[in-house]
């Protein structure tokens, strides 16, 4: 401090200590008096007095500004503050996901995502019909609940022209170098597009495949898995014996449930979803489809099989108590994991077998979407390219259990292929991938209701209902869905 500055605070505030407040800020310094006396000023001041009593309050204020301005960061060339260096307020995003491997993989990466971006992550872990229930609801009542819902690629069409999701072309081409699009499955990505524009990123993906325990085949004389649909019921027939049973499949009802699978029993058979715009789903060949379906699970599945969900058939698997199941390609890594696996290296892998109009592998991904109500879009996308990179894919694969992933180089990398070296497992997936027809089930608006009515009619046809009764009343109730 200047001599005429301490002479002058000497003067002002002549203690030996002292504080002065100015616009908020305290400052406090130490005094050295002759004599160890106070000298205090008359309150009658001088115009002139008072000007120097502000004029010294500026420099200090401007020192200290100086100081501080120093302190609070790394400053940049010209001597200014990094703005990066400031502290930001925290974004959180919500995102609704569904209860599934491939979600708890990614989950477990959360902290690193954080880290790297600074945005948190609150996900909402729901069971597959739980989730799309309650995601619906909050995209029609624009809630804003959510900034990021795993979708079902079914539902794309619908909740596009609802106006519900935000198109996220520009942000993917401003990204392109990083999202690098054309490395996903063109099958995948494209089930995310509508009228030419894209809503989502696809974060796992499969088909259906037959697996089938050898060891129970060998001890029932069977060398080889069916390829036919009249050998698949002709097989689950013989397995069933000795406290064993023939094959599992799903028989909860729902379009995601029992209809997913069935599906590929109805297309086996040539059913039409529509014809000439409208559906036809009680067709002769849809009843054939239906009644091979009803009698492989009312009389080959275990106990309770009407009512089974996917991951009831993958238990039934793992247990070693059903010889079959027609399901998701990405059972594997579960089937043979020896930490909840009683058939690890026991499961064979074969293409779903064929009906009189062919094979018909399924089709399925789940997105990960952005509502058009999310007050954080940039920060949602971040997250949605991140969880499905290449680099995130392949590190969930090789840390965790996924046979689900989306592109093409995690599926051709070796460490991929060395880790999931199941034998016959990876060309039967891609092979059906590959010959699955994207509209294994018809990718319309209409398909939500139209596939729950016939999940229910499925269902109908397990608890004792004949099939073509069942099939006609859905019929009936489903062309009201067309009516324009």
Excluded at 294 to 304: F, Q, V, W
């Amino acid at each position: 401090m200047r001599n005429f500055e301490r002479r002058f605070l000497e003067r002002r505030w002549g203690e030996k200590t002292g504080s002065l407040r100015f616009f908020g800020k305290r400052f406090i310094w130490g005094l050295k008096l002759k004599g160890g006396c106070c000298m205090r000023t008359s309150l009658r001041k001088s115009v002139a007095v008072m000007l120097m009593n502000l004029i010294v309050l500026t420099l200090v204020l401007a020192a200290c500004s100086s100081n501080s301005s120093e302190n609070s960061g790394s400053p940049n060339s010209n001597g200014s503050s990094n703005p990066a260096s400031e502290t930001k307020e925290t974004v959180e995003i919500t995102a609704a996901m569904q209860q599934h491997t491939a979600v708890d993989a990614i989950q477990a990466m959360l902290p690193e995502f954080e880290k790297q971006t600074g945005i948190k992550v609150k996900f909402d872990i729901l069971p597959q019909e739980e989730l799309h229930s309650k995601t619906e609801l909050a995209l029609a009542s624009n809630s804003g609940q959510y900034d990021v819902i795993m979708m079902d690629m079914m539902f794309t069409s619908q909740y596009s022209k609802a106006n519900w999701l935000a198109p996220l072309d520009d942000l993917i081409s401003q990204n392109e170098a990083t999202i690098q699009s054309s490395d996903f499955l063109s099958g995948f990505y494209d089930a995310f597009k509508n009228d030419g524009k894209t809503y989502g990123l696809p974060f796992y993906g499969e088909s259906t495949m037959l697996m089938y325990n050898k060891e129970i085949f060998q001890a029932a004389g069977i060398e080889k898995p069916p390829a036919t649909i009249d050998e698949l019921v002709e097989d689950a027939k013989k397995l069933t014996k000795d406290g064993k049973y023939g094959i599992a499949l799903r028989g909860m009802r729902g379009e995601g449930m029992n209809i997913y699978i069935w599906a590929g029993f109805y297309n086996a058979f040539g059913g039409k979803w529509l014809k000439d715009g409208q559906p036809d789903i009680n067709s002769p060949e849809a009843v054939k489809a239906t009644e091979v379906y009803r009698d492989l699970i009312k009389n080959y599945a275990p106990p309770g099989g009407a009512n089974f969900s996917w991951d009831q058939v993958q238990l039934a698997l793992q247990q070693g108590t059903v010889a079959m199941a027609i399901d998701a390609t990405n059972f594997a890594p579960r089937l043979e994991n020896p930490e909840n696996s009683k058939v690890v290296g026991k499961i064979g892998y074969a293409m779903v077998p064929s009906g009189p109009a062919g094979a018909s592998p399924s089709v399925y991904t789940a997105g990960l979407v952005i509502p058009k109500s999310s007050s954080h879009i940039d920060a949602a996308f971040q997250f949605i390219s991140w969880a499905t990179s290449k680099e995130v894919q392949l590190k969930t694969a090789i840390d965790g259990m996924r046979g689900d992933v989306t592109r093409k180089s995690v599926w051709e990398d070796e460490s991929y292929k060395n880790k999931y070296s199941y034998p016959g497992w990876i060309d039967v997936t891609v092979k059906s991938m590959d010959q699955a027809d994207p509209d294994y089930r018809p990718r319309i608006v209409e398909w939500k209701r139209m596939g729950d009515r016939l999940g229910i009619a499925v269902s109908e046809t397990l608890a004792g209902r004949d099939v073509k009764t069942a099939l006609d009343a859905a019929q009936k109730d489903i062309e009201v869905y067309f009516r324009k």
